[in-house]
């Protein structure tokens, strides 16, 4: 029994942070888990800079409507659920999530959530579990299924350590430099093939 457990941002569909800062040219709010391996106190910064810029959740999502998948993601992971079960495990938010899954053909996603106040001021972020890509593949293993997880980020790397195949996709160079022994892909095909033979 096999479930692939991919990351969304960077892998599926561009990061939301990214485009959201180039569309309000905040160029701070371009920070990822690329660059700071710490959730929490990447997304406290986040926080500070959309407060400071009186910005809030109708403005990010406005952006999210504007973003399309990578091209050959929606193929990619088609393709990949006929042949066996995926969830994808983000560290986005549910309010973020809604339209990207849509434009993928509605897979499963496991993520987090956002408090919201009445003016549309995000306030708060609630972690599902905590390390939650690694606490979710352990999960699932516990009940019998064997994963394959894929990602880009520093905290996409316990999934991909944990799992009985793992592989990092259109990664940094310094991520790769730093963890050689993980197989990395960069285009679908490769991803996908290298997913199946590990099936």
Known sequence: ???VCLDMEGVLVPEIWIAFAEETGIPELKRTTRDEPDYNKLMRFRLDIL??????????QETIGKIDPLPGAREFLDELRRTTQVIILSDTFEQFAKPLMEK?????????TLEVAPDGEITDFH???ENSKLSTVKALQSIGYETIASGDSH?????IQASKAGFLFRSTDAIKAEYPEIPAYEEFDDLLAAIKAAL
């Open 127 to 129: 972690m599902r579990v």
């Open 104 to 112: 993928l053909n509605w897979p499963t996603i496991m993520c987090n």
């Open 51 to 60: 407060k400071e810029h009186g910005l809030g959740l109708k403005e990010i």
């Open 1 to 3: 029994m096999n479930i």
């Open 155 to 159: 905290n996409d790397l316990a999934m």
